[in-house]
């Protein structure tokens, strides 16, 4: 599924090739990817409309246009957004797609169809209806430091939780606890507040990391579990074999020795 870093990837893409051109046609092919919105409604908002802007929260794009609306996409668990070269037609797994005024495109793209195209009245409407959390490249030791703490669930849960911090997905998660070496299994509530510093400044450091090299993990620093994200690879840091188990009903890949669980310390502990 993509993650912070890879939806900001998009993003990238479509503030470079799809911010001050004019939306000509709206192309719907598969209205089971819109959100709550008509095909011909969803056409009526965009036509004739100059895109201003493409931001993001999270994993959820908002892509700004001259009326004030805005076009929410999510990629769910296989989108992607491409800027072709020219309006496509017929393309495998294409399921939106705008044409602009110079003749170029931007298309969506999703196989498993659980992404979501739709229109906001602004993004704040958005993200208050939809109770997202901030950002977790901008949300500030603090605030993370209250959010985090206030559950008593696994921090591994808190993490994934987009009302509490937007942006971090089953990776993301697994590599930052890695760095911080906590268990994703401990009672968030129980981490002391200098191991919540230090998570909170690994988080943003993984999501840059990440972002600056596009994603490509292979190209991450030695020490990094994304690097090789498997049962039975070896810890980064030389500390025997990695582990999976299940945490917050996802598979959880963790080092042992490196990520230890005492036991007053679990979900659930009191």
């Known amino acids: 599924m993509p993650e912070l870093p890879e939806v900001?990837?998009?993003?990238?893409?479509?503030?470079?090739?799809?911010?001050?051109?004019?939306?000509?046609?709206?192309?719907?092919?598969?209205?089971?990817?819109?959100?709550h919105i008509s095909a011909s409604r969803l056409a009526k908002a965009l036509k004739g409309n100059t895109i201003v802007s493409v931001r993001r929260i999270g994993k959820q794009l908002f892509v700004?246009?001259?009326?004030?609306?805005?076009?929410?996409?999510?990629?769910?668990l296989t989108g992607d957004v491409d800027c072709p070269p020219t309006l496509p037609d017929g393309e495998r797994w294409m399921r939106f797609a705008l044409g602009f005024d110079d003749g170029t495109a931007l298309a969506y793209y999703d196989l498993r169809k659980f992404g979501a195209v739709g229109l906001a009245t602004s993004i704040d409407d958005f993200v208050k209806r939809r109770k997202l959390g901030p950002?977790?490249?901008s949300i500030t030791e603090n605030d993370f430091l209250a959010r985090v703490s206030a559950h008593k669930k696994?921090?591994?849960?808190?993490?994934?939780?987009?009302?509490?911090?937007a942006g971090i997905g089953n990776l993301y998660a697994d590599e930052a606890l890695f760095q911080a070496r906590l268990h994703p299994l401990t009672n968030a509530s129980k981490i002391q507040a200098?191991?919540?510093?230090?998570?909170?400044?690994?988080?943003l450091a993984?999501?840059?990391?990440?972002?600056?090299?596009?994603?490509?993990?292979?190209?991450?620093?030695?020490?990094?579990?994304?690097?090789?994200?498997?049962?039975?690879?070896?810890?980064p840091r030389g500390n025997g074999h990695l582990v999976s188990i299940v945490a917050a009903g996802r598979t959880t890949i963790l080092c042992p020795r490196c990520q230890r669980l005492p036991r007053a310390f679990a979900e659930g502990a009191h």
């Open 8 to 35: 900001e990837m998009v993003r990238r893409r479509l503030d470079s090739n799809c911010v001050g051109k004019r939306i000509l046609k709206v192309d719907v092919i598969d209205d089971g990817i819109l959100d």
């Open 64 to 76: 700004e246009i001259e009326s004030g609306k805005v076009l929410t996409v999510h990629l769910g």
């Open 135 to 137: 950002d977790a490249l």
């Open 194 to 203: 200098r191991r919540l510093r230090l998570l909170h400044e690994v988080l």
């Open 154 to 165: 696994s921090i591994k849960s808190v993490l994934l939780d987009q009302h509490i911090v």
């Open 206 to 235: 993984v999501l840059r990391a990440s972002i600056a090299v596009e994603t490509d993990f292979e190209r991450l620093p030695s020490g990094y579990l994304l690097r090789e994200r498997r049962k039975g690879a070896p810890c």
